[in-house]
């Protein structure tokens, strides 16, 4: 398949195609999705087949506002309608429960959807063109870092899919916030843009499910069945060295060698010359460090390196997003000072 490279000029192309039945990756606020007819089963079966996505991991229903919620949910809670005034257009996704017009593929056959406004001028265009609900998972090779670049959407998917739209590099960095409303009280399902201080401070408790902060065994059941998969993960092994960042930094350098590569923040980078290095961004910027965390992951594979030692941030606000998908990138393989 030839795969067209789009800019935000083409978003009536892209509309087209995506009503036609076609695969379209476009950038959104946390990463590019690869979008699909989210009605059209034959479609979205698609989005499986190019990016080898394990069938039982549903997919999330992407529309252009809270108006379009009670097409494909039902019954919704005041809760959805309050959570969508606050932080919709962006990065936080709720789980309700759906009506017979989602089909089965979509929800790998959950009686629950994930419903989500992203806030990006390319992606809500597109929707709005479209007057469908869009279903788009992350534009990645299933298990390979998440793309926060037209490149990196290209380097997996060239080939593969209809078209890429170009809107340059993501603005939030990882993936959406998962809320599951469906349940008392709301359970965090993963951690995103919209920070759990900020959900709690709209909703009252929210309980943290358990995969999010540790790693599921294979007889488990996870509430968001993705959470069960390998993921995120650069081809040689990553391991997190949790604690003060001074001393994190000291045991990152005396662990250097041959074929070590070091994710560090920027105050440390001076302790690792010579060595392959992606730096976060400042130690006390964990937007910076969301943005750049993706691109860092997906770098070391072009590298020489057979072991990433990563420094990580304290898991409070954005932290909890960042730290969740190290965690998940190492496979939970932490080292606590
Ligand atoms: P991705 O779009 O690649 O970031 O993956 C979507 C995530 O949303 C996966 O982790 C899914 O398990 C989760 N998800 C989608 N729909 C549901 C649902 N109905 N219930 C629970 N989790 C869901
Ligand atoms: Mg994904």
Not at 70 to 93: E, H, N, Q, S, V
Request: aromatic share 6%; charged share 20%; hydrophobic share 40%.
């Amino acid at each position: 398949m030839n795969t067209l490279r789009l800019t935000p000029q083409d978003a009536p192309l892209a509309a087209r195609l995506l009503a036609q039945g076609g695969l379209v990756a476009f950038p959104t606020e946390t990463v590019y999705g690869l979008g699909a007819n989210g009605l059209d089963p034959a479609a979205v079966a698609g989005i499986f087949a190019a990016k080898g996505r394990p069938q039982d991991n549903p997919l999330i229903l992407h529309v252009p506002g809270p108006d379009h919620l009670a097409r494909y949910c039902d019954p919704i809670p005041a809760a959805a309608y309050d959570l969508a005034r606050r932080f919709w257009p962006g990065p936080l996704t709720m789980i309700l429960p759906r009506r017979e017009v989602v089909p089965d593929v979509v929800t790998a056959g959950l009686d629950t959807v994930g419903m989500r406004c992203p806030d990006h001028p390319v992606a809500l265009a597109i929707l709005k063109l479209c007057q469908l609900p869009v279903a788009a998972p992350s534009a990645n090779t299933s298990g390979r870092p998440s793309p926060t670049t037209a490149q990196a959407v290209w380097e997996d998917m060239a080939g593969r899919i209809d078209a890429v739209v170009d809107g340059g590099p993501c603005r939030v960095g990882v993936e959406s916030t998962i809320v599951d409303l469906t349940v008392s009280p709301p359970r965090l399902l993963r951690p995103g843009g919209v920070t759990l201080e900020e959900l709690e401070a709209a909703l009252g408790p929210v309980a943290v499910d358990e995969a999010v902060t540790r790693l599921m065994s294979t007889g488990e059941k996870p509430r968001a069945p993705g959470m069960k998969y390998r993921h995120y993960a650069p081809k040689a092994p990553v391991t997190v060295v949790r604690g003060d960042p001074t001393a994190s930094a000291r045991y990152i350098a005396q662990r250097l060698g041959p074929g070590v590569g070091v994710i560090c923040f920027d105050d440390y980078v001076n302790l690792f010359p010579g060595c392959p290095l992606r730096s976060l961004g400042p130690q006390g910027d964990r937007a910076e460090q969301a943005r750049r965390l993706f691109e860092a992951l997906r770098w070391f594979d072009g590298q020489d390196v057979t072991a990433i030692l990563t420094q990580s941030p304290d898991s409070d606000g954005l932290g909890l997003a960042v730290t969740n998908r190290l965690n998940k990138a190492a496979g939970f393989h932490i080292i606590d000072l």
